[in-house]
């Protein structure tokens, strides 16, 4: 009798000793390694986006255990006692939980397809109508410009003397092409002009604005051609969330006492 007591009691004890056993990985010079470490770097790396497989575990276990080895080391030689370590440590506690502040208010002030769309309407309405294609010839002095005109007037080809004489690095050398634009694109003087021409006609007048005097010629027009809502959503998303973040910032400055 005394041996079957005896018994159920051990088995008991092992019964109760097997879980809070279960919970470690390991244990390193008498001290526990939790398996909530193994978990924490798992859940680190899924974060940044690296998978983590079965075949992995294995080497995050061996990691643990060998910070903990370290770790040890360190402490025994007295290693987190340093000013240098303390002040590293205070700054990777404000990290951290700076991380955590901004993505709890992501959590809670989350972008809305309603957000999204209403941004996209705006930059629809900013950035609708016409879009221009057009040449220009970027000379430093009027009578330059008074020349080139000239010299198209009796023949000269657009393209030829725009690689030729356009002060203008990025167009000049592809004959003066800026491809498609909406007026918005470039400075007033230079949309005024080109928004009054008609397909294949050149300004009749050189037209100054502060790069110099331009010969603009119009080449074509069409509606402005702009990307579906689903094209864009990622990228507005992203602004948005980046402006929300900026004023939640802001505010928060704003309200504090600084002496």
Do not use: C
């Not at 000049?172 to 007033?188: E, F, H, I, M, T």
């Not at 604005?209 to 990228?235: N, S």
Request: hydrophobic share 40%; net charge positive; aromatic share 6%.
């Amino acid at each position: 009798m005394k041996h079957v007591i005896l018994s159920a009691v051990a088995a008991a004890i092992i019964s109760i000793a097997l879980p809070a056993a279960a919970q470690n990985v390991a244990v390193v010079n008498g001290k526990p390694v939790p398996k909530a470490r193994v978990d924490a770097l798992a859940a680190q790396l899924a974060k940044s986006g690296r998978p983590v497989t079965p075949e992995m575990q294995g080497q995050l276990k061996d990691e643990v255990i060998a910070r903990e080895v370290f770790m040890q080391e360190a402490q025994k030689r007295g290693l987190d006692a340093s000013d240098d370590f303390r002040n590293q440590m205070e700054l990777a506690r404000q990290t951290l939980l700076i991380r955590e502040l901004f993505a709890d208010f992501q959590k809670n002030n989350p972008v809305t397809d309603a957000d999204i769309k209403a941004e996209y309407d705006k930059f629809t309405s900013a950035n609708g109508g016409k879009e221009y294609r057009a040449r220009h010839i970027l000379v430093d002095k009027e009578d330059e410009a008074k020349a080139v005109i000239a010299s198209l007037k009796k023949g000269g080809k657009f393209d030829e003397i725009a690689k030729k004489q356009s002060k203008d690095p990025g167009s000049g050398a592809n004959g003066g092409d800026l491809d498609w634009a909406g007026p918005a694109s470039y400075v007033p003087e230079f949309s005024g002009a080109l928004v009054k021409l008609k397909k294949g006609q050149i300004t009749d007048s050189p037209v100054k604005t502060q790069f110099g005097w331009h010969v603009i010629r119009l080449d074509d027009m069409r509606e402005a051609q702009l990307p579906k809502l689903e094209e864009v959503k990622p990228q507005i998303a992203q602004q948005l969330l980046q402006q929300k973040l900026a004023k939640f910032q802001e505010d928060m400055r704003g309200k504090a006492k600084v002496e």
